[in-house]
């Protein structure tokens, strides 16, 4: 009597809020919400002022992109839950160290060939092995950053070997 007990509890889902899926998105939405709100207290530049977007905007699409982002992969744990693993991937500590070479490179030679060389690398630690597409991410994707933030938020690149070459032009 007492194992069929036992076993009708074991069986026996636990609620949503104690799953570890719900526990991580939990936190990164909470956290989120509260930066989102306090986006809101921040000043407005005038106009004259102002080289691109209002400084507030740029967080709050950021932070709203995360909350998206986050639910969608919480809907998708659902549907899939994650795997229980006992050592997290080598391609997992391989990104952790490209995060920090990316610091060295961007720093001491030009920001731009850090995302340049950031994107290969961890596209080719996570399983992307054809040359052409490595190349392609290599160059698109920091072009692609680059775009982004020097016409629609109006801001420079620190001084490097490739911006140079690009502001003097």
């Known amino acids: 009597m007492n194992n069929v007990q036992k076993q009708k509890r074991a069986n026996k889902s636990l609620p949503f809020f104690f799953k570890d899926e719900f526990k991580v998105s939990f936190i990164i939405i909470f956290v989120s919400l509260v930066l989102l709100i306090s986006t809101f207290t921040f000043d407005i530049v005038p106009p004259i002022l102002n080289r691109g977007i209002q400084p507030a905007t740029f967080p709050k699409g950021l932070l709203?992109?995360?909350i998206?982002?986050?639910?969608?992969?919480y809907y998708l744990s659902l549907k899939k839950p994650w795997d229980i693993k006992k050592k997290l991937p080598q391609?997992?500590?391989l990104t952790l160290l490209s995060f920090m070479f990316f610091i060295i490179v961007s720093k001491t030679l030009d920001f731009f060939l850090g995302i340049s060389l950031l994107s290969v690398f961890v596209s080719y630690c996570w399983g992307e092995r054809r040359i052409i597409y490595l190349l392609l991410v290599s160059i698109i994707f920091p072009i692609i950053v680059f775009i982004f933030f020097e016409?629609?938020?109006?801001?420079?690149?620190?001084p490097g070997i490739i911006t140079n070459i690009y502001y003097q032009v």
């Open 64 to 66: 709203v992109l995360i």
């Open 151 to 158: 016409t629609i938020l109006g801001l420079r690149f620190p």
């Open 68 to 73: 998206i982002l986050t639910s969608v992969v």
């Open 91 to 93: 391609s997992f500590y």
